[in-house]
């Protein structure tokens, strides 16, 4: 069901760094693997942008157990297909599928 190709986790959120972008500096949240590859950078003007850097940062673990969840309500049949097509589209989404 893994079919999406993404730097592996775990990925973490450090500290600022500065970042030049064009003309401008701007100060940036670095999300990172463990082998300290950028894997995005998130503005951090405000709390919304720390709060967006951990949710990326979260998003292989996420990922991975959405991945169980819904292999588990498949097999275990359970009669939630709401729940199955929402699961079903979050992962789509995050392949690139949807």
Not at 1 to 28: I, R
Not at 66 to 89: G, N, S
Request: hydrophobic share 40%; glycine share 8%.
């Amino acid at each position: 069901m893994n079919t999406a190709t993404h730097t592996p986790g775990p990925w973490k959120v450090t500290g600022e760094e500065l970042v030049s972008v064009g003309d401008q500096e701007l100060f940036h949240r670095v999300i990172r693997d463990e082998g300290e590859r950028w894997t995005a950078l998130v503005e951090i003007e405000d709390r919304e942008g720390e709060a967006n850097a951990h949710l990326i940062a979260a998003a292989p673990a996420m990922y991975e157990a959405l991945t169980i969840a819904l292999q588990i309500m498949i097999d275990k049949r359970v009669p939630y297909q709401h729940e199955i097509d929402q699961a079903r589209a979050a992962l789509a989404q995050a392949e690139g599928r949807g």
